[in-house]
């Protein structure tokens, strides 16, 4: 994992290229590792809700003997979240408007949580 710093940088740049209005990296078990968030919103609670959707998909997953989700899209009247593994540890999480091309969000997001965990 990159260093601290770096990640920051790393997730406001993402934040701005996709015009999100949340990003975050957290651990797999709902820490905040870092958030760029509005204010008042409650990063730790975000972050562990983040978590335990991912979690809960996997745990259904596997009642199936299916292999653990690789990423989840949650979609909502004005908005998506984007909930993408980064490594074994951790899960960066994207939330843009409805409107933008869930494609071309989700590649981005895909490639800055390969950098955040490798870098």
Do not use: H
Not at 19 to 38: E, F, K, N, Q, T
Not at 61 to 81: A, C, K
């Amino acid at each position: 994992m990159m260093a601290a710093g770096n990640v920051g940088a790393v997730i406001k740049d993402l934040k701005g290229r996709i015009g999100a209005i949340a990003c975050a990296l957290v651990s797999r078990d709902g820490l905040v590792l870092y958030a760029d968030v509005p204010a008042g919103v409650y990063t730790e609670t975000f972050a562990i809700m983040c978590a335990t959707i991912l979690g809960a998909a996997a745990t259904a997953n596997t009642e199936l003997n299916r292999s653990p989700p690789e990423r989840i899209v949650i979609e909502g009247t004005d908005s998506r979240t984007l909930i993408v593994g980064s490594g074994k540890k951790a899960l960066l999480v994207a939330v843009v408007d409805q409107g933008q091309d869930t494609s071309r969000i989700l590649d981005e997001v895909i490639k800055v949580a390969d950098q955040v965990t490798s870098g």
